[in-house]
């Protein structure tokens, strides 16, 4: 695989999903860190795998929530359902291109990944 594509790619997935934890008021110092550790491990993941450089943007953004979740709770928190429990947006399609962050509850697409500002409530 050409460097330049895969640095590209990882890139694009960090800057990607700084933008939607920026979004959620979230892009503190020690997140900013778990999106590097994501961006790390997947550099590695294509270097093994070459053909899922375009997959990368929705992995980075499935194990930063991966983590979040882990350490901080669900992230990002659904802005479509009002009622109920709060709810994390999953990453579709898990493994595939163009990665969206859709509510699985209400069967809708919130918004393409890093561009959570357009619809995330302050």
């Not at 093994?48 to 194990?63: F, H, K, N």
């Given at each position: 695989m050409?460097?330049?594509?895969?640095?590209?790619?990882?890139?694009?997935?960090?800057?990607?999903?700084?933008?939607?934890?920026?979004?959620?008021?979230?892009?503190?110092?020690?997140?900013?860190?778990?999106?590097?550790?994501?961006?790390?491990?997947?550099?590695?993941?294509?270097?093994?795998?070459?053909?899922?450089?375009?997959?990368?943007?929705?992995?980075?953004?499935?194990?930063?929530?991966?983590?979040?979740?882990?350490?901080?709770?669900?992230?990002?928190?659904?802005?479509?359902?009002?009622?109920?429990?709060?709810?994390?947006?999953?990453?579709?399609?898990?493994?595939?291109?163009?990665?969206?962050?859709?509510?699985?509850k209400?069967?809708?697409?919130?918004?393409?990944?890093?561009?959570?500002?357009?619809?995330?409530?302050?």
């Open positions: 050409e460097l330049n594509r895969l640095e590209q790619a990882l890139h694009t997935a960090r800057a990607l999903v700084m933008a939607d934890l920026a979004a959620g008021d979230v892009a503190e110092a020690e997140i900013v860190s778990l999106v590097e550790d994501a961006v790390m491990h997947r550099r590695w993941w294509v270097e093994q795998w070459p053909e899922g450089v375009e997959y990368v943007v929705g992995l980075v953004a499935q194990d930063v929530q991966d983590a979040l979740l882990e350490r901080y709770g669900r992230w990002p928190l659904c802005p479509v359902c009002d009622a109920g429990d709060p709810h994390a947006l999953d990453v579709e399609p898990e493994l595939g291109p163009d990665p969206r962050w859709v509510c699985t209400a069967t809708v697409m919130v918004a393409r990944v890093g561009a959570l500002s357009g619809v995330l409530r302050r």
